[in-house]
Structures are given as C-alpha cells and as structure tokens.
C-alpha cells in the first residue's frame, strides 16, 4: 500500500517536472580564476580575475517534445493511480476478511464454550446416575468423549482466534506501538 501512494506521488512530481520544461530557467552563474600572459605574474594580484551574471535556458523550440513528455508522464500517472486504488481496494478486502473471520471464529469459540460445559454437566450426571446404579459405565465413557471432543475443538477454536487476530493486525499494518498510560 505505501509503495503504491509513493509510486503515485513520484508519478505525480514528474508530471510538475515535465511541465516545468514549458518556462525559462534562470541562473546566476560566476567564475572565479588567475590570468596571466607570464607564468612568474600568475601569482599576483592583478592577475585575478571574476566574472558573475545571469544565465537563461529555454527549450523554445522543443515545445511538441515536451507536450509528448507531459502526456507519458500524464498516462504513467494514470497508471500508477489505477494500481494505487488496486492496492487500496485489497489491503480493504484483506482487512474485511480478517475482520469477519476473526467474528466468525470469536462467536464458534463462545459456542464452544457453551458445548465444553453442557458436556461437563452431563458428564458429571453421568458419572452420578452410574455410580447409583441406573446406568452402565458405557455411558460415562461416552459423556467423557463427548467432553473431551469438545474441549479438543475450543482449543482449536481458540488458536484460530489467535491466527485469526493475527492476520488482521497484518491487515491494518501492524508495526504500531500503543499508547503509553500516563499514571496520574
């Protein structure tokens, strides 16, 4: 995403720089040197010298390159722009898709939870009715498994949370530090 907005704003500059080639350009140009016709005299004073003035530079007759110029760089800002909203489009649907799974998964994980203890209360009657006798140990085994099944899938569930937490700070980024808390 940050490498499409800067491809997109140094489209955006070269556009300006091309369009710039439409003005003069003004210099203020110097020289500085030693002059002499003897090479013994090239050492004094008198034999300095300096120049300074103005310099102007204008592509006059380069107008139809220039309006070439300004229409490529106009179509590889258009380009650029296109695939700038691409991106934004994706880092929107990855941020969507991480945001829905990581909801989707927070409510299974609740679900779960709920499963995990209906599972224990019937394993814990389970266990009461066999020890009074009304039923076989079979169904304390099946009450356990039933258990032990879910308690199997929350944990699952709840590393998916995690993965799924994860992906989305990626989504958003990630790389942010929180706030440090001001104590009062």
Do not use: C
């Not at 592509?59 to 590889?76: H, N, P, S, V, Y």
């Not at 991480?98 to 389970?126: G, I, Y």
């Amino acid at each position: 995403m940050r490498q499409a907005e800067r491809n997109l704003a140094a489209a955006t500059a070269r556009i300006g720089q091309a369009t710039a080639d439409f003005y003069p350009t003004f210099r203020l140009v110097g020289t500085i040197g030693l002059e002499s016709l003897r090479a013994a005299d090239l050492w004094e004073w008198a034999s300095r010298f300096w120049t300074i003035g103005p310099a102007l530079q204008w592509r006059l007759f380069d107008a139809g390159k220039i309006r070439w110029t300004i229409e490529i760089r106009t179509a590889q800002h258009e380009q650029a722009f296109v695939r700038y909203e691409s991106a934004l489009l994706k880092a929107l649907e990855e941020v969507k898709n991480a945001l829905v799974a990581f909801a989707k998964e927070q409510r299974r994980l609740e679900q779960m939870e709920k499963a995990v203890a209906a599972a224990q209360r019937a394993a814990f009657r389970a266990r009461d009715r066999y020890q009074a006798g009304l039923v076989d140990f079979t169904d304390v085994l099946d009450a356990q498994r039933t258990l032990q099944n879910f308690q199997d899938e929350r944990a699952q569930s709840r590393g998916a949370v995690t993965a799924h937490l994860v992906r989305l700070y990626k989504a958003l980024g990630g790389g942010w530090q929180p706030s440090p808390v001001e104590n009062p």
